[in-house]
């Protein structure tokens, strides 16, 4: 989602009931599994494939869950590649919707896709109809009692990153696209733990619903495709004002 507001604190709520119900396992495991196909099975030589363990531990993903997701990247269990796909949509109110995905059936995954959109009163859209209003940046995510905001400004602003905005719960570091890998390493070599290395499309101009029923058929439509099995990230250009999300969760 667009900013860094009081939704954000609603995705951390919701990614640990998605834990407790094993959902994000499967987006863990195709992670792994990209990461491996890309960079190898070995983490100690892959630093994607290393975060991607990392975050499978921090949800308690068990270890054979984990190694046969190595597997499956390296293609040592055979069956269909997993691939990297990114639809585009509009939701409700013309919401701009980007659902990356890793899935071994493009054509079951693009008809889930058309229905999911039609369904809730939106459509997909033409490749790059959509994308042009994000911008794309690399994103890294470490807890907040790691480091300092300040310390870590100066660490992160040297290796190369373009900013650092923190709360409570985690600093989020942006960079150049390019750039992500070296800020990643630099931040490790000084004995920081990631738990998220990605790139993301962050929207130039977000939009601010403050329509209750708008707002909820959006974010209806928001978790059913984070929910999508095959989904990795579902990037969008909506804020809800506070006190419709406050109305809402009430």
Known sequence: MAGHNKWSKVKHIKARVDAIKG????????????????????????????????????????????????????GELGGDAIQEVAYEGYGPAGIAFIIEMATDNLNRAAADMRSLFTKNSGAVATQGSVSYQFDRKGEIRIPANAITEEKLLETAIDAGADDVQSDEDEHVIHTAPNELGTVANALRSAGLTLTSEKHVSIAQNPSVVTDPVIARQILKLYDLLDDYPDTLNVFTNFEVADEILDQLAS
């Not at 959902?23 to 070995?42: M, N, Q, T, W, Y």
């Not at 494939?49 to 068990?62: E, Q």
């Open 23 to 74: 959902r994000v396992f499967s987006k863990c495991a195709h992670e792994i599994a990209l990461a491996a196909r890309a960079g190898g099975g070995d983490p100690a030589a892959n630093a994607r494939l290393r975060t991607a363990i990392d975050n499978a531990k921090a949800v308690s993903m068990p270890k054979d869950n984990i190694d046969r997701a190595i597997k499956k990247g390296t």
